[in-house]
Structure formats: structure tokens, C-alpha cells
């Protein structure tokens, strides 16, 4: 009771301040549902069970804390991929830097036009599923990205799109504190390649939610970084049809703190879900935290959570990854690893693996762990002449390679293994 009190304060400290946003009634009736939902749930602390290998401080104090501006002579990301640009920066929508919203098989709205319409799809999406996701895991901070955010997209995919939409998230003040909520609705048959890349602010939230209809396909690839000193905290919400497939790759760099949930609902027969990251992290300052929980609702479903980690200097990597597989569920194939690489003696890697099972006809299985660099390996490598960096420099892409293997555009792929690669030379 003594803690409960002590968060509801908190909380209520934190946002006595706080005026929600305007717009249409749906909209305004969805985020003062949400603003409830964060009052009655309290702002997370380092108590709760799902935070205590992460200290959520800075990410619930009234100010963000400043992150310097990182600069490099690397170009663009995914500078030769054919896509649709759309550019934010700290948080605010750039309409002049980005393409024209328009395309076959698809409609793009920004989110702060769709929520001022009485009459839009996303009243049925905007906080429903998040909603959803609060069981049986309080996730304060996603109901509040949708009490607050005013800016994002909404994507409604109604055929094959051709060509990747790619959310550029810039950063140009060293205090901004940006939150965005993005929504995307994939139609039956449709398929649609969503890339997220950049550091977006000095802190950022950002949610997005998922409805993947039957027989749809939704693939999302996201590059994090590269501001040292930033932190971040993400959620994604997503909800799969029958013969439905969701995937979903994350690369992260640098950062203090970069907390990604991902809670996905498997509600249709035959269904494919698969959620996979990597992270690449240097020194003491940096923490991050992969948090996923996948519900199996429905028969012959495959979901697959691949996560791997590298660390050196201190750094810190978490991991929590939950399988529920309901009663009725039959014929579940639930795979999960998450492994680290730790390249001295200071870092750590923290996971907690979990299954859940109420069904008897299943196949699921977790594993987890943490090593150095196979000696024999190297040495063979060595014994043919490889210099000693290029070799744990080939060892550590090799290790990180079945996450990278989780995206299916092999373009998109390529570049993040190049970026990979110039991170691991520029850190030896």
C-alpha cells in the first residue's frame, strides 16, 4: 500500500501540469481514456518487476535531460533504397524535407490531421490496441505516448506497396522531448515495408500501433541511433490476422538509455510473427532493453523472438521475453533466444526468458546466453593470416548475423550490415 501511495504521488506530481491535447471528440474521449489508465497504473519505478533491471527515472522526469548533437561523415541511411521519405525533426513533421504522401496501395495522414476529423479509421486503432497490451503487463508509458502525442503518421495499406516508407526521425536541439504515435492498418492481401531510422530527439517516446488483417504482411525495419547521449523508450503494439505476417527488425547504436517493447497478439490461424534486434554498445553510459511479450490466440502460429547483443567498456544489455500460448491454441511453434557477446570483463548482459503454456500440442522453447569470442575460432582465423581486429571483427558480425537474417528485403539488410561494419572499425 506504502509503495502504491508513493507512486500515485508521483505520478500525480509529474502531471499536475499536464493539459491534454485538442481535437475531434473520439480523439480527445481515446486520450483522456489513456491519461486514466496512467493515473490509476503510476508512473514505473525501478520496483516494478519488468523494470527492475532498468531505471525509468529519466524517462518519467518532468524535464529530459540534454543530449549533445552527434555528428559523422556517414551519409544517409538507406540512402540507396528506393522509398517514400517522411521527415520529423525533434518530434515536429517537416513537410517541405519530406515526399509527397502519396502512393499506390496505400494513404498516408498525419496524425495530428486524422485525430481533428470526426469521421476516420484510426478512431478504431488510436490506443485500442495499446489498450490491450496493458494486461497482464502495466505498461504506463505507452498509455501516456497516447494521452500526449500530438504527431505521427497514420498508413492504411490497401494494396502490395511497392517502394519502403521510411520515417526519418531528426535531431537538432539538444533538449527537445519528443512524442510521437504512429498507426498502421494493413487491409487483407496488402503488404507494406515500414523503416524507421534516426535518433528523433534528446528524449523520445514513440508507439506505434499494428493491425495486420488476414492474409496481409507487414514488415518493419528500425535503425536506432546515433546521439550518444540520448534516450528513448518505444513501444509497438500489433495485432495478427489468419495467414497474417508480421516482422519486425531493430538495430541499435549508441545512447544512454533505449528501452523497445513490443507486445504482439496472434489472433488468426496459420499466422507468422517474428520480433528481432541487435544492439551495438560502447562504455558504461549505455543501458539497453529489449522487453517483448507475444500472445499465441489461435491455431498452427509461428513466432520467433531473435535477439543478440554486443557490449564492451561496461555497457549493459537486458533482455525479457515472454511466450504466452492460450488454451486452444494448438499446433504453436514459439521460438526465443537472446544471446550477448561481451567483449571484456565489465559489461553484463540481464535476461529473463519466460513460457507460458496452456495448451498440450505445442513446440516452444527459450534459451539465453552470454560469452566471449570463441578463442578457437579466432585463432583459426588468425592462423590464415586475418589481423587480430578484422578477426573478432568478422566473429562479432557472424554473430550478430541470425538477427540481421530476420529481414527480408535484402537491400535494407545490406546497408545495416555496412553500418555494422564501420561501427565495429571505429570502435576497436
Known amino acids: 500500500m506504502a509503495l502504491a501511495k508513493m507512486k500515485a504521488d508521483a505520478t500525480a506530481a509529474r502531471l499536475a501540469d499536464v493539459s491534454l491535447p485538442d481535437g475531434a471528440a473520439w480523439a ?91 469521421i476516420h479509421w484510426a478512431k478504431d486503432l488510436y490506443g485500442v490496441l495499446e489498450a490491450r497490451g496493458q494486461q497482464p503487463v502495466e505498461r504506463t508509458l505507452a498509455a501516456l505516448n497516447t494521452a500526449m502525442a500530438t504527431d505521427g503518421v497514420v498508413i492504411r495499406a490497401t494494396g502490395k506497396v511497392s517502394k519502403p516508407i521510411n520515417l526519418i526521425y531528426l535531431h537538432q536541439d539538444v533538449t527537445s522531448d519528443a512524442v510521437l504515435h504512429n498507426l498502421v492498418k494493413v487491409e487483407s492481401g496488402a503488404e507494406v515495408t515500414l523503416v524507421e531510422t534516426g535518433p528523433a530527439a534528446a528524449r523520445f517516446s514513440k508507439l506505434l500501433e499494428v493491425e495486420v488483417a488476414d492474409g496481409g504482411a507487414f514488415h518493419h525495419v528500425r535503425a536506432q541511433g546515433r546521439d550518444h547521449e540520448r534516450r528513448a523508450v518505444t513501444h509497438c503494439f500489433a495485432r495478427v490476422g489468419a495467414e497474417a505476417v508480421f516482422k519486425s527488425f531493430t538495430l541499435t547504436f549508441n545512447g544512454v538509455l533505449t528501452r523497445n517493447e513490443c507486445v504482439l497478439e496472434i489472433v488468426g490461424d496459420n499466422a507468422t510473427a517474428h520480433v528481432a534486434g541487435a544492439c551495438v554498445g560502447d562504455g558504461r553510459d549505455f543501458h539497453h532493453d529489449d522487453t517483448v511479450f507475444v500472445t499465441h490466440d489461435a491455431v498452427n502460429c509461428e513466432s520467433r523472438q531473435v535477439f543478440k547483443k554486443v557490449l564492451r567498456n561496461g555497457a549493459t544489455g537486458v533482455f525479457q521475453g515472454k511466450i504466452l500460448v492460450k488454451e486452444g491454441a494448438q499446433k504453436t511453434d514459439g521460438y526465443q533466444i537472446s544471446q550477448s557477446l561481451l567483449l571484456d570483463d565489465d559489461s553484463q548482459f540481464l535476461a529473463k526468458p519466460e513460457l507460458e503454456i496452456y495448451a498440450d500440442d505445442v513446440a516452444c522453447s527459450h534459451g539465453s546466453t552470454s560469452g566471449a569470442i570463441d578463442e578457437d575460432a579466432l585463432f583459426y582465423l588468425r592462423s590464415r593470416g586475418v589481423l587480430p581486429d578484422d578477426a573478432r571483427n568478422l566473429l562479432t558480425l557472424a554473430f550478430l548475423a541470425e538477427a540481421l537474417e530476420e529481414i527480408d528485403n535484402e537491400a535494407l539488410a545490406d546497408d545495416l550490415r555496412d553500418r555494422l561494419e564501420g561501427w565495429l572499425t571505429r570502435h576497436r
Open 28 to 118: 480527445n474521449a481515446a486520450r483522456a481514456s489513456a491519461m486514466d489508465r496512467v493515473r490509476q497504473m503510476g508512473l514505473p519505478t525501478k520496483r516494478d518487476e519488468y523494470w527492475k533491471y532498468t531505471d525509468p527515472s529519466t524517462l518519467t522526469a518532468t524535464e529530459a535531460a540534454q543530449a549533445a548533437l552527434f555528428h559523422n561523415d556517414e551519409g544517409p541511411l538507406f540512402d540507396a533504397v528506393d522509398r517514400l521519405r517522411i521527415v520529423f525533426v525533434d518530434g515536429v513533421f517537416d513537410a517541405e524535407a519530406s515526399d509527397d504522401l502519396t502512393g499506390e496501395g496505400m494513404e498516408i495522414t498525419r496524425l495530428s490531421d486524422a485525430m481533428a476529423t470526426d
